[in-house]
């Protein structure tokens, strides 16, 4: 069989089927395909240059979307390799090139990718350092008064994004992340340890606490047996109560509860008491109603004896009476509180205007007055016929306040 070319410009066939490829100014043989045409043959060997020359293609698209520098520059030296001798035909030399092209690209895609590195390394580097000093700022605040919900939540928060830029953020130097993580740690184990302190001192009170409030419980329940006779000594047992503090907001619920409880039995019996009295006081209200209809004419008595006569009468009738039920007792208090207070009006006015001590000054300040005031009308007609204004306005005006004086005093 006579040489045969299929593809004359890079490959040929020769009468035993074996393909070569042209290389510079010669060519290699790349295998025989004897079970075919030499046209069979020929585009064997080329499909294998086809698959070469389409994972150069890959390896560029893959370098124009940012692919890891890395990869790229351990596909292409493979890629070399395999360029290299190949048993395909076509133009392994472009394929060569175009390699020789990508490694400047892979040194370029490098040298941006350092810089996109350095550049997330500096920014994770800050953010980390912000969580430090946010932690710090933490641990250095009084920690014995700080609260603990808030606290923590924030120190939990600042934790959780640490962990998260440690998973998915850029990877720090050694050194750079263990210095940070040092002075985190050492906030975080600050704070945990003050808390720890502050839950244990809090849980020792607590327990103080309950043990007292438990001794009042059962002092308070001891007191059932006494029904409403045994409420003094449980008022004295509250005040001890609101003394004791807290024990936690839950537990301190569940121990009123039962302290309540106990008084509510004390005065659920008083409550029955209270019912019966009601019950048998009740006409006495009626009657005290009817005195009151009684007693307020009393109202327009003005002379002092007769009111005082007449109210000692109404109290007499008041006393025997005895006592109402309990919701009437005010009402009806201010009804006959209103007519005493009237007849001690009365007779404070009384006693007032005949005190022999207040008569004798008031007698004794009129006639000066009176004097006073004879005196000022002289000079006052003294001021008129000297036609003198000043003189005549300021006797008037002294005039007028000394009968304003013995008008107080009455005549």
Not at 71 to 80: E, P
């Amino acid at each position: 069989m006579s040489d045969t070319s299929a593809n004359k410009s890079w490959g040929r066939v020769d009468d035993t089927n074996t393909v070569f490829v042209r290389e510079g100014d010669g060519e290699r043989a790349v295998g025989q395909y004897p079970d075919g045409t030499a046209e069979e043959a020929l585009a064997y060997f080329e499909r294998k240059y086809t698959d070469l020359a389409g994972q150069v293609t890959l390896l560029e698209q893959r370098i124009k979307r940012g692919t890891s520098v890395n990869d790229v520059a351990a596909t292409v030296t493979k890629l070399r390799d395999q360029i290299q001798g190949a048993n395909a035909v076509g133009d392994l030399a472009a394929l060569t090139a175009r390699l020789d092209v990508l490694t400047g690209a892979v040194q370029e895609l490098s040298e941006q990718q350092k810089a996109e590195q350095e550049k997330a390394r500096a920014e994770a580097r800050a953010q980390r350092e912000a969580l430090v000093d946010a932690a710090e700022k933490l641990a250095a605040q009084d920690l014995s008064k700080v609260q603990w919900k808030q606290t923590s939540a924030e120190l939990d928060s600042l934790f959780t994004q640490w962990q998260a830029q440690q998973k998915t953020g850029p990877r720090l130097p050694k050194g750079e992340a263990d210095a940070l993580w040092k002075r985190f740690r050492g906030a975080r184990s600050t704070i945990e340890t003050a808390r720890r302190a502050f839950f244990a001192d809090l849980d020792a009170t607590n327990r103080e606490v309950r043990q007292r409030k438990e001794r009042l419980i059962e002092q308070a329940e001891a007191l059932a047996p006494k029904g409403a006779d045994g409420i003094p000594a449980y008022r004295d047992l509250l005040d001890q109560w609101k003394a004791s503090g807290r024990a936690g907001r839950k537990l301190d619920d569940q121990l009123w509860a039962r302290f309540k409880t106990a008084g509510d039995v004390l005065y659920g019996a008083k409550a029955e008491v209270d019912a019966l009295a009601d019950e048998e006081y009740g006409a006495n209200l009626t009657l005290k109603e009817a005195v009151l209809v009684e007693a307020e004419p009393i109202l327009e008595i003005t002379d002092h004896a007769a009111a005082r006569s007449a109210l000692s009468a109404i109290q007499r009738k008041w006393d025997e009476i005895g006592r109402v039920p309990r919701d009437s007792v005010r009402a009806i208090d201010a009804r006959i509180r209103k007519i005493e207070d009237h007849v001690r009006e009365l007779e404070e006015t009384h006693w007032k205007n005949n005190n022999p001590e207040t008569k004798a000054r008031a007698e004794g300040l009129r006639g000066q007055l009176e004097g006073s005031i004879e005196q000022l009308e002289a000079d006052l007609a003294k001021a008129k016929a000297a036609n003198d204004a000043r003189a005549i306005a300021e006797t008037e005006k002294a005039l007028e306040t000394q009968r304003s004086w013995l008008a107080a005093i009455g005549s």
